[in-house]
């Protein structure tokens, strides 16, 4: 079973420059999530989705952040214009259902380095 | 923002010891997981414990949760080279399903 795919691996922008990471989850699995992970920190959960719904953005930067999730399936997450703050690792992770407390399947991330 | 702290920040032993790592929490859960994260690499599920559960084991691991306390364990025994990597510890506080909050993190070293 292939797992979270994620691309691109690593982006190098310059500040004000727009970015799209992309993800592609498990086959089957409903929920998708896009997490921040800062160097020397635990992941913090920008978005949700539960099939093609947002479900919990909360902690999503609405200014310069946005992503969708069409047809339920790949997600995209976009920053524009990224900051130099946003240097980070961009995690998208997948879970089979509706219910809390599922084991999340994490991809690879994306490192993005803003200069 | 981070739910729990996790002690050590930092952890370096030797091939064949035994490695335990500490994670405390603010909120009530219902239930509390750890994750593995090898450097460069997204997170690994390694055991999920639920907020009536006390202990756990997998394999070589053994997990204790006391949620009067709001503090759970992760013991790693005889541990090996390839379990270098940052643990996490993360909770369902149970506000919003299938939110996870992850403490910051213990880096383990096993030293061959």
């Known amino acids: 079973e292939a797992g979270v795919v994620q691309s691109p691996r690593y982006k190098i922008i310059e500040k004000k420059q727009p970015v799209a990471f992309w993800c592609n989850p498990i086959?089957?699995?409903?929920?998708l999530y896009w997490y921040l992970q800062n160097l020397g920190q635990g992941p913090e959960l920008l978005i949700r989705?539960?099939?093609?719904?947002?479900?919990?953005d909360s902690q999503l930067p609405k200014d310069r952040f946005s992503a969708e999730r069409l047809k339920g399936v790949d997600s995209t997450l976009k920053i524009q214009p990224a900051e130099l703050g946003d240097s980070a690792v961009y995690l998208c992770?997948?879970?089979?259902?509706?219910?809390?407390?599922?084991?999340?399947?994490f991809g690879p991330g994306t490192r993005l380095l803003v200069l | 923002s981070q739910q729990g702290e996790e002690d050590p920040q930092a952890l370096s032993i030797q091939e064949g010891e035994n490695a335990t790592m500490n994670c405390s929490y603010k909120t009530s859960i219902n239930n509390l997981q750890w994750y593995r994260q090898n450097s460069g690499r997204g997170l690994v599920h390694l055991i999920l414990i639920r907020s009536n559960e006390r202990e756990k084991h997998s394999g070589r691991l053994r997990v204790t949760l006391d949620t009067s306390k709001k503090s759970s364990s992760l013991l790693i025994t005889a541990s090996r080279a390839a379990d270098t990597a940052s643990y996490f510890c993360a909770t369902d506080e149970g506000t919003s399903y299938g939110k996870l909050t992850f403490g910051q993190g213990t880096i383990l070293t096993v030293h061959p």
């Open positions: 086959s089957g699995h409903n929920t």
């Open positions: 989705y539960e099939n093609e719904e947002a479900v919990d």
């Open positions: 992770a997948s879970s089979p259902g509706l219910a809390g407390g599922e084991t999340q399947y």
